[in-house]
Nanobody, 117 residues
Framework: QVQLVESGGGLVQAGGSLRLSCAASGSIFSINIMGWYRQAPGKQRELVAA????????NYADSVKGRFTISRDNAKNTVYLQMNSLKPEDTAVYYC??????????WGQGTQVTVSS
């Protein structure tokens, strides 16, 4: 099992920045991928960014490329999402996700990000 605890959401004006954190505990050595998803009201949950444990490659949604950066601190078992140049359309609940070998997907509780215009 893997437990994920997110922090760092909040209210920010358009053009501002936020950094989300996701601390993982439990069977962390079995995590293959960690990422961030978001879900806006009335919309489906979508992938924002992800990083593969082995090799550290990253993947971003087209809508956030050049503005968001995903990173990991392996010593702290934490993944971050640095969000710059935020837009009102980035408003959503952001969820941390871990893909664990054999066990499948685990999710954090979600953190609200609100960008005012």
């Amino acid at each position: 099992q893997v437990q994920l605890v997110e922090s760092g959401g909040g209210l920010v004006q358009a053009g501002g920045s936020l950094r989300l954190s996701c601390a993982a505990s439990g069977s962390i050595f079995s995590i293959n991928i960690m990422g961030w998803y978001r879900q806006a009201p009335g919309k489906q949950r979508e992938l924002v960014a992800a990083t593969i444990t082995s090799g550290g490659s990253t993947n971003y949604a087209d809508s956030v490329k050049g503005r968001f950066t995903i990173s990991r601190d392996n010593a702290k078992n934490t993944v971050y999402l640095q969000m710059n140049s935020l837009k009102p359309e980035d408003t959503a609940v952001y969820y941390c996700n871990a893909v664990v070998r054999v066990l499948g997907d685990f999710w954090g509780q979600g953190t609200q990000v609100t960008v005012s215009s």
